[in-house]
């Protein structure tokens, strides 16, 4: 399991319960599984953004060392902050919360 850790790189996890998709940047790329090419536009900071892929990724939240299941999740190159919806059915629990 290849597990994309929120601390100790340049993105930041922003958490939103406005968003309606969760959007990471091209660092949690190596990271995504069941991923698909994706041509999805989404806005970000009022700017139309393409999403180049599409997939699942596991996120290690640090320090606690919770593990998410994000569904859905968007690769937005070049974007510098990664966006979570907060809205409940998008997470999956899984490791310790089981």
Known sequence: MKIFHTGG???KLLWDSGADVIVFG???LPFLFE???STRVVMMNQYP???TH???LWI???PSGAVLTLRDVLIVAGSRASILSIHVPKLQRTGAWG
């Open 35 to 37: 991923s698909r090419r």
């Open 26 to 28: 091209n660092s949690a």
């Open 60 to 62: 290690k939240l640090l």
């Open 49 to 51: 953004s393409r999403a």
């Open 54 to 56: 599409e997939g699942r």
């Open 9 to 11: 790189f340049d993105d």
